[in-house]
C-alpha cells in the first residue's frame, strides 16, 4: 500500500547530539516538505524538494538541514541538537502535474524532546 | 504573502448535529487551492476536503462539505451528523498553485459531545 512513513515515532535526545529524522513515501511522488509544529499549533514549512537534488529552505527558519537523494526520501538531519528544537516534525509529499496535484499526503510525524 | 485565519480557536458539537468551522485567507494569486485537513488527537494529519479556486461549485465528501466564497476570500467547513470520531484538530490551509506550498491556519479544535 502506498504510504508516507516517519522514524523514529519518539525521540528523546540530550542536548548537542545529532540527530536525524527520517521521512520514505512509497507513492513515488515528485515533491517532499518538512514541517514544524508546536503542540496546538499551526505547522510551518521548514524545508521542501521538488525532486531528487533540489532542496529549499521554507517559511520559517530552521538549523536544521535536510537531503534528497532518492525520490522517495528525505532524511532531516540537526548536527546539534537543543532544547529549542523540541517540537513535534510532520514530513509530507505531493504529486507534480497529476490529477491530485498540490495536495500533500503527512506521516504520522516524530515527536522530538531534546533534554 | 498569503496568510490563513481561523478565528475560532474551539469549537463544540452535539453528537449528529451539524457545526461550520471558520476560515478565511489573503492572496494575490489566481491559481490556488483551499484544503480542510483533520489532526485526531496524537494521530495522523489527514485530508478531509479540497476546493479549486477556479471552480464555482462547492467541493462535497460524503458529510463534509464546504462554502468557497471567492470574493470574500472565505473558505468554511461544514460537518453534518457529526460523529463522536469526528474530534480532533482542524486546520484550514491554502496551496498555492504555483509552488504547491501550504500555508496553514492556526487550526480549530473540535468537541463532539455524546
Known amino acids: 500500500e502506498a504510504d508516507i512513513y516517519q522514524t523514529p515515532r519518539y525521540l528523546v535526545i540530550g542536548t548537542g547530539k545529532k540527530i536525524t529524522l527520517e521521512c520514505s513515501q512509497t507513492m513515488g511522488h515528485d515533491k517532499m516538505y518538512w514541517y514544524q509544529q508546536d503542540p496546538g499549533m499551526e505547522l510551518h514549512l521548514i524545508h521542501y524538494s521538488y525532486g531528487v537534488n533540489s532542496t529549499e529552505k521554507g517559511d520559517l527558519s530552521s538549523e536544521s538541514t535536510v537531503s534528497r537523494i532518492r525520490t522517495e526520501h528525505f532524511p532531516l538531519t540537526l548536527e546539534s541538537a537543543r532544547p529549542s528544537h523540541t517540537s513535534q516534525y510532520l514530513c509530507?509529499?505531493?504529486?507534480?502535474?497529476?490529477?491530485?496535484?498540490?495536495?500533500?499526503?503527512f506521516g504520522p510525524g516524530t515527536r522530538l524532546t531534546v533534554l | 504573502a498569503q496568510t490563513v485565519t481561523q478565528s475560532q480557536p474551539e469549537m463544540s458539537v452535539q453528537e449528529a448535529e451539524t457545526v461550520t468551522l471558520s476560515c478565511t485567507y489573503d492572496t494575490s494569486e489566481s491559481d490556488y487551492y483551499l484544503f480542510w485537513y483533520k489532526q485526531p488527537p496524537s494521530r495522523q494529519m489527514i485530508l478531509v476536503i479540497r476546493?479549486?479556486?477556479?471552480?464555482?461549485q462547492n467541493a462535497t465528501e460524503n458529510r463534509f462539505s464546504v462554502n468557497f466564497q471567492k470574493a470574500a476570500k472565505s473558505f468554511s467547513l461544514k460537518i453534518s451528523d457529526s460523529q463522536l470520531g469526528d474530534a480532533a484538530m482542524y486546520f484550514c490551509?491554502?496551496?498555492?498553485?504555483?509552488?504547491?506550498?501550504?500555508?496553514f491556519g492556526q487550526g480549530t479544535t473540535l468537541q463532539v459531545k455524546p
Open positions: 490551509a491554502y496551496g498555492s498553485g504555483n509552488t504547491g506550498k501550504l500555508i
Open positions: 476546493q479549486e479556486a477556479y471552480k464555482q
Open positions: 509530507a509529499s505531493s504529486e507534480y502535474g497529476a490529477d491530485d496535484t498540490d495536495t500533500q499526503y
